[in-house]
């Protein structure tokens, strides 16, 4: 089920700043942005902590002054469960000691939740506006004030008042006191996640402290994951993308020749059709020709040519202009990988994101699953599980759950052909080996649950062979090591049913 994805965005200096910020800072702002993220029905957001309720509700406690904007940022595929799980494995990062006016603010934790949910952030003129007033001609004066500010404001973001309120509100239920704080800890999206679990392992008669149990005669959570994850249709976010692409082409003369300005022009409106209508002709060979190292563009502007490549890749190609790109792109992520250039972390991301997202159209699976494609990025995937970066390893599991699901079906097809089981691939053998790696040490359940759901699968399809492979090197290990450590949730009860296929 898709479920919406809005940005509430409020103006903080109820249009003072549009009215006084030319005269104080030299330079035009039009607000001072607080955003909240509405989805499932309410409203996320970090005042001096996480934090959601009823959006209507967020209003009124601020006087019926509600957002000065609303903005569709997308629709997303992820249950309410694994994004509760997200807001409570960032949850330390977001409290009221970590608040940071310019630097850290709610803004912040909007942009991270939207990357979660939809795989791009939230505008970056709303993420870029503290730095906009600092290089602003009065910005240095005031960086000094800004920051005691912050020291003295300790998070008090003007929307941190809920935090305080939720607060005195649990001392006076529990009577008050520094005892009852500490037994009545704030409220948190991550801490209703965990008191819904509760709620429902107690009507169902099981505790939640209880081992997950799987029926003996099915695989919930494998059955539920049998679709390649892939972007939602992020064509609002285009214009905007490819107006910094040509803002970029404009600084070097002779960089972006009239043609190409025009295929630029051409493309939001074509990515605006059905994912069935290819993109405007030429647009994935300049996407080529930007991503080439020594093209003479920038290398902001390899960034943005990589989130266009991830979201052209959403509709049908036509010819190879989309293979001949991607095979760019790949270029790009194995030179990383081998040290001969660096990329950033958001470019690996958005680098791999592309890759997933190919599997959204029959003829972007049928390039991704060819023999002298899949190797390197399966390759690439997996030594991407090992990064330091959560946004990379989500969208490296990302990749590596199309990559299991291609080679599982592949198996049961040939199995069903022959009667018989078949020999297991290299890289069949390569996915259970690498998603099993380290597995107990993933701090992502989101991650976690892909790795899992990746091996699990092949297991199904392969029988006996793959869990006598996995037991024998001594992998199932960090199956039950990992399943010891997590808390309820969906990746805990996936590797539950992968041990029960282990035997």
């Known amino acids: 089920m898709a479920h919406r994805v809005q940005l509430a965005l ?30 499932y029905g309410k409203e996320y957001f970090f005042g001096g902590g996480l ?3 009823p959006h209507e509700q967020f209003v009124q406690m601020h006087g019926g002054v509600g957002p000065t904007e609303y903005i569709e940022l997308g629709s997303t ?13 960032v949850q330390p990062r ?35 506006l503290p730095q906009e007033v600092l290089n602003s001609p009065m910005g240095g004066m005031l960086r000094p004030l800004l920051e005691q500010m912050t020291t003295q ?34 409220q948190t999206p991550g801490a209703a996640a965990a008191a819904a679990a509760e709620q429902r392992a107690a009507a169902a008669g099981v505790s939640v402290a209880d081992p997950p149990q799987c029926k003996a005669d099915g695989f919930p959570i494998l059955d539920k994951h049998t679709k390649p994850l892939v972007g939602s249709d992020a064509a609002k976010a285009a ?69 266009l490549v991830s979201l052209m890749v959403l509709h049908q190609a036509e010819g190879t202009e989309m293979e001949e790109a991607m095979m760019q792109v790949a270029k790009r992520v194995q030179t990383a990988g081998d040290g001969q250039e660096q990329l950033s972390a958001q470019a690996l991301s958005m680098a791999m994101c592309s890759a997933a997202n190919s599997f959204a159209t029959t003829g972007g699976s049928e390039y991704m699953e060819r023999a002298d494609v899949m190797p390197g990025w399966l390759d690439s995937s997996l030594a991407g599980l090992q990064h330091e970066r959560g946004e990379v390893r989500q969208m490296c599991s990302a990749l590596l759950n199309n990559f299991s699901l291609v080679l599982s079906n592949a198996i049961a097809s040939k199995t069903a052909a022959g009667g018989t089981a078949v020999e297991m691939s290299d890289e069949t053998t390569q996915v259970l080996f690498g998603a099993l790696d380290g597995l107990q040490d993933e701090t992502s359940q989101l991650v976690a649950l892909r790795r899992v759901l990746s091996v699990g699968r092949l297991v199904r399809a392969s029988g006996s062979e793959a869990a006598s492979l996995i037991n024998d090197v001594g992998l199932r290990d960090q199956v039950e090591g990992f399943l010891s450590k997590t808390k309820e949730g969906e990746a805990k009860n996936a590797a539950a049913e992968l041990l029960r296929l282990l035997g």
């Open 10 to 39: 409020y103006d903080l200096s109820r249009g003072m700043a549009k009215a006084m910020s030319m005269a104080i800072l030299g330079k035009q702002i039009d607000g001072i942005w607080h955003t909240g993220l509405i989805v």
């Open 51 to 53: 934090q959601s309720m």
């Open 77 to 89: 595929d992820l249950t309410e469960e694994l994004f509760e799980d997200f807001n409570r494995e």
């Open 94 to 128: 977001f409290t009221a000691q970590t608040y940071d006016l310019m630097k850290h603010n709610c803004n912040t934790y909007s942009n991270e939740a939207s990357q979660f949910l939809l795989g791009k952030g939230i505008p970056e003129y709303i993420v870029n």
């Open 153 to 186: 404001m300790n998070g008090a973001d003007p929307y941190s008042a809920l935090h305080q309120q939720q607060q005195q509100q649990q001392l006076a239920g529990a009577g008050g006191g520094a005892g009852a704080a500490a037994s009545q800890p704030t």
């Open 239 to 307: 214009p905007g993308v490819v107006a910094r692409v040509k803002a970029l082409g404009a600084t070097v003369d002779g960089l972006l020749s009239e043609e190409e300005s025009a295929v630029l022009d051409a493309l939001p409106p074509s990515m605006a059709a059905t994912k069935t209508t290819p993109v405007a002709p030429g647009s994935f060979r300049l996407m080529q020709k930007i991503l080439i190292k020594d093209s003479g563009w920038p290398e902001k502007a390899g960034f943005l040519a990589l989130v």
